[in-house]
C-alpha cells in the first residue's frame, strides 16, 4: 500500500499544480485526498473534511452519486468519444442542448460546448467580436471586464479577468480588454448605503464606455456574485444598472456563471437572482458537478440569430465540444438536481438558514462583515471591527484561517483575509450547524493566534 510520504515524493517529483509555489509545495508535501462521499473527504492520513467549498465550486449534487457513475459507464460502454466536427453530433450532446435551453432563461435557445470555464470564455471572446463582423462593425471589439474578477486562467480568461497577480506574468492582458472597479461595499462604498454604492459602480462602466468610445466597445462581462475574488455579492441596484447602461449603448452583456449557475443562488442561474438579462452565459463546473469536466457558453437569440442568419463558418471549437460521456453525466446531475428539487431547496430551505447561521458570526471579533447570497458565504477579517481597519497584507492572517480549517477537518477557502465558502447543494441544515460550528472554532483559533503574535 503506497503511503502518504511515497505519494508527496511522487508528487513532488512530477505534478506541476495550478496556482502554486512549486518549491515551497515540494518542500511541504502535498495533502493527498483519496475519498469522497455526501459533503465529506477523506486524506490518506485517514482524517474525515467537511468540504465547504464543493470541490473548486462545482460538486453540487455531492461525491459518490451513483447516477451519474451509471451515466458515465453507459456511455462509455456505448460510444467513449465522438468530436463535433465534420458536420456530426452525438445524442448526449444533442439532448444536453434541449435540457439547458429549458432550463436557462427563454432567450437562451443555443449552446456552443467547451470543456471547461476558461474555454467558455475564450469562446466569449472570439464569439462576441465575430458577432460585430458579422454586422459589419469590427471595430467594435473592446470587451469590458471588472477589476479583481476572475474569469480563467488561458490567456484571453485570464485577460477577462481582472487578478493583478495574473496580469503581472505573461504579457496579460491581451489587446482589447479593459476594466472598472468592481462593485465591493465594505471597501470602497463606506459613506454610502449599499444601494446608492450599487448605482455609483455600476456608474463605471458608463464612465469607462464613454472613455473608450462607444462605438468600439462590444461587449461586457461581469460574474453576478465574483466568485474567487472573495464572494463579493453586490447591491440590489448594480445589475439592473448594468442593464441599463448596457441597452442605452447597445453593448452585448455577458453573464460569466460557471460558478453561480445551476442552482448556487437559489435560481437555476444567477442572473435570474440579480435580474438582469445577459446576450450570453458562459457555464462550467455545475453542469456536470465536476463529475467530469464541461463548459460552454449559452447563447441568446440575439447573438445566435446573427450566427446562424449571416453564414460563415465560425472558425473556433475544440475537440471535446459536446463530449458524449460528459453531456451524459451533466444531463444526469442536472436529471439529479431537477428531481431532489434542490435549486428551490437552496432558496427556500438551506440558502435562508445558512444566512441566518452565518451571519450570525458577524458578531465575531475577527469579523467586520459576513456575506452570503444561496449557498455562497464570505467573512471579511479586520483588525478593528468598529473601523473595519483592515489586517496589514504580510501577516497573511486568512492563511492563518485556512490553516486551522484544514487541521481541523474543513475546507473552506482564504482570498487575502477574505475567507468563503459555497458547500455542495446537497448540505443539510444539521451539516449546515456542523460547518458554522466548525468555522467559529478555527475563527477563534485564529483570535488566539493573532492576540499571541501582538496583531491586534
Given at each position: 500500500m503506497?503511503?502518504?510520504?511515497?505519494w508527496?515524493?511522487a508528487?513532488?517529483?512530477?505534478?506541476l499544480?495550478?496556482?502554486?509555489?512549486?518549491k515551497s509545495l515540494?518542500a511541504?508535501?502535498?495533502?493527498?485526498?483519496?475519498?469522497?462521499?455526501?459533503?465529506y473527504?477523506w486524506d490518506?492520513?485517514?482524517?474525515?473534511i467537511?468540504?465547504?467549498?464543493?470541490?473548486?465550486?462545482?460538486?453540487?449534487v455531492?461525491?459518490?452519486?451513483q447516477?451519474l457513475?451509471?451515466?458515465?459507464?453507459a456511455?462509455l460502454k456505448?460510444?467513449p468519444?465522438y468530436?463535433?466536427f465534420?458536420?456530426?453530433?452525438?445524442?448526449p450532446?444533442?439532448e444536453?442542448?434541449?435540457?439547458l435551453a429549458?432550463?436557462?432563461?427563454?432567450?437562451f435557445?443555443?449552446?456552443?460546448y467547451?470543456g471547461?470555464?476558461s474555454?467558455?470564455?475564450?469562446?466569449v471572446?472570439r464569439m462576441v467580436?465575430?458577432?460585430?463582423d458579422?454586422l459589419?462593425?469590427?471595430?467594435?471589439?473592446?470587451?469590458?471586464?471588472?477589476h479583481?474578477?476572475?474569469?480563467?486562467s488561458?490567456m484571453?480568461g485570464?485577460s477577462?479577468?481582472?487578478?493583478s497577480g495574473?496580469h503581472?506574468?505573461?504579457?496579460?492582458p491581451?489587446?482589447?480588454?479593459?476594466h472598472?472597479e468592481?462593485?465591493?461595499?465594505?471597501?470602497?462604498?463606506?459613506?454610502?448605503?449599499?444601494?446608492e454604492?450599487?448605482?455609483?459602480a455600476a456608474g463605471w462602466l458608463e464612465a469607462?464606455i464613454?472613455?473608450?468610445?462607444?462605438?468600439?466597445?462590444a461587449a461586457?462581462?461581469?460574474?453576478?456574485v465574483q466568485?474567487a475574488g472573495?464572494?463579493i455579492?453586490?447591491p440590489?441596484?448594480?445589475w439592473?444598472?448594468i442593464?441599463?447602461?448596457?441597452?442605452?449603448y447597445?453593448?452585448l452583456?455577458v453573464?460569466d456563471?460557471?460558478?453561480?449557475?445551476f442552482?448556487?443562488?437559489?435560481?437555476w442561474f444567477?442572473c435570474?437572482?440579480?435580474?438582469?438579462?445577459p446576450?450570453?452565459?458562459?457555464?462550467?463546473k455545475?453542469?456536470?458537478?465536476?463529475?467530469?469536466?464541461?463548459?460552454?457558453?449559452?447563447?441568446g437569440e440575439?447573438v445566435?440569430?446573427?450566427?446562424i442568419?449571416?453564414g460563415?463558418?465560425?472558425?473556433?471549437g475544440?475537440t471535446y465540444?459536446?463530449h458524449?460521456?460528459?453531456c451524459?453525466?451533466?444531463l444526469?446531475n442536472?436529471r439529479v438536481i431537477?428531481?431532489?428539487?434542490?435549486?428551490?431547496?437552496?432558496?427556500?430551505?438551506t440558502?435562508?438558514?445558512l444566512?441566518?447561521?452565518f451571519e450570525?458570526?458577524?458578531?465575531?471579533p475577527?469579523?467586520?462583515?459576513?456575506q452570503?447570497?444561496?449557498?455562497?458565504?464570505?467573512?471579511q477579517?479586520?483588525?478593528?471591527?468598529?473601523?473595519g481597519?483592515?489586517?496589514d497584507k504580510a501577516?497573511?492572517?486568512?492563511?492563518?484561517c485556512?490553516?486551522h480549517?484544514?487541521?481541523?477537518g474543513?475546507?473552506?477557502?482564504?482570498?487575502?483575509?477574505?475567507?468563503?465558502?459555497?458547500?455542495?447543494?446537497?448540505i443539510t441544515r444539521?451539516?449546515?450547524?456542523?460547518m458554522?460550528?466548525l468555522?467559529?472554532q478555527?475563527?477563534?483559533l485564529?483570535?488566539?493566534?493573532?492576540?499571541?503574535?501582538?496583531w491586534m
Amino acid at each position: 500500500m503506497t503511503s502518504t510520504r511515497q505519494w508527496q515524493a511522487a508528487d513532488a517529483a512530477h505534478y506541476l499544480h495550478p496556482f502554486t509555489d512549486f518549491k515551497s509545495l515540494a518542500a511541504k508535501g502535498t495533502r493527498i485526498i483519496v475519498k469522497g462521499d455526501n459533503i465529506y473527504l477523506w486524506d490518506s492520513e485517514g482524517q474525515k473534511i467537511l468540504d465547504a467549498m464543493s470541490g473548486l465550486w462545482c460538486v453540487n449534487v455531492g461525491y459518490g452519486r451513483q447516477e451519474l457513475i451509471d451515466a458515465a459507464t453507459a456511455q462509455l460502454k456505448t460510444l467513449p468519444f465522438y468530436n463535433s466536427f465534420f458536420q456530426t453530433a452525438t445524442p448526449p450532446a444533442i439532448e444536453l442542448g434541449q435540457l439547458l435551453a429549458e432550463l436557462t432563461p427563454p432567450s437562451f435557445q443555443h449552446v456552443f460546448y467547451s470543456g471547461s470555464g476558461s474555454e467558455g470564455n475564450d469562446t466569449v471572446v472570439r464569439m462576441v467580436r465575430r458577432y460585430w463582423d458579422l454586422l459589419g462593425r469590427p471595430e467594435r471589439s473592446v470587451i469590458i471586464s471588472r477589476h479583481n474578477a476572475y474569469h480563467g486562467s488561458t490567456m484571453a480568461g485570464a485577460s477577462l479577468g481582472g487578478m493583478s497577480g495574473m496580469h503581472a506574468q505573461g504579457g496579460l492582458p491581451i489587446p482589447g480588454i479593459v476594466h472598472i472597479e468592481q462593485p465591493f461595499w465594505f471597501e470602497q462604498g463606506q459613506g454610502l448605503s449599499r444601494d446608492e454604492f450599487g448605482i455609483e459602480a455600476a456608474g463605471w462602466l458608463e464612465a469607462k464606455i464613454l472613455e473608450v468610445g462607444a462605438a468600439k466597445v462590444a461587449a461586457f462581462i461581469g460574474e453576478p456574485v465574483q466568485g474567487a475574488g472573495g464572494v463579493i455579492v453586490p447591491p440590489a441596484t448594480y445589475w439592473p444598472e448594468i442593464q441599463r447602461i448596457c441597452d442605452r449603448y447597445d453593448i452585448l452583456l455577458v453573464s460569466d456563471e460557471v460558478i453561480t449557475g445551476f442552482g448556487r443562488t437559489g435560481r437555476w442561474f444567477g442572473c435570474e437572482t440579480f435580474g438582469f438579462e445577459p446576450d450570453l452565459m458562459t457555464f462550467a463546473k455545475g453542469v456536470s458537478s465536476g463529475y467530469i469536466p464541461l463548459g460552454g457558453v449559452m447563447v441568446g437569440e440575439r447573438v445566435a440569430r446573427v450566427l446562424i442568419d449571416e453564414g460563415g463558418e465560425f472558425n473556433h471549437g475544440y475537440t471535446y465540444s459536446g463530449h458524449p460521456v460528459a453531456c451524459a453525466v451533466a444531463l444526469a446531475n442536472l436529471r439529479v438536481i431537477q428531481r431532489e428539487g434542490l435549486v428551490d431547496k437552496v432558496r427556500d430551505d438551506t440558502g435562508p438558514y445558512l444566512a441566518r447561521h452565518f451571519e450570525a458570526l458577524a458578531e465575531h471579533p475577527l469579523v467586520g462583515e459576513a456575506q452570503t447570497c444561496g449557498l455562497m458565504g464570505a467573512l471579511q477579517l479586520v483588525k478593528d471591527k468598529r473601523s473595519g481597519e483592515p489586517f496589514d497584507k504580510a501577516l497573511e492572517v486568512g492563511m492563518v484561517c485556512r490553516g486551522h480549517c484544514f487541521g481541523n477537518g474543513l475546507i473552506m477557502r482564504a482570498v487575502a483575509d477574505r475567507m468563503i465558502i459555497a458547500p455542495p447543494l446537497v448540505i443539510t441544515r444539521s451539516q449546515i450547524d456542523e460547518m458554522v460550528a466548525l468555522i467559529r472554532q478555527c475563527l477563534d483559533l485564529t483570535l488566539g493566534d493573532v492576540k499571541r503574535n501582538g496583531w491586534m
